[in-house]
């Protein structure tokens, strides 16, 4: 889990950024992202929001990481 990080680290992880509308928000962070990455340090799943809401549920994650490693199916989306 990540939190607090410079603009410079969310545009490394493709984040969107956003600035601060009310006092209560910091001037610039970053929306949601999840990132699922695997033991060779690459990338399995990748899940960007550009909003605050519409985040996978921990619940559906999980059953779908059961569900590819029961299959042994491959990450996705490498094909070029």
Do not use: C
């Amino acid at each position: 889990m990540g939190y607090g990080l410079a603009p410079d680290a969310m545009r490394e992880w493709g984040l969107f950024i956003s600035q601060g509308i009310t006092d209560e928000e910091p001037e610039l962070f970053n929306e949601p992202g999840l990132f699922l990455i695997q033991p060779d340090s690459t990338i399995f799943l990748e899940v960007l929001n550009s909003m605050p809401f519409g985040r996978p549920k921990l619940d559906d994650i999980r059953d779908g990481i059961d569900f590819v490693d029961e299959k042994g199916l491959p990450a996705r989306g490498e094909a070029s």
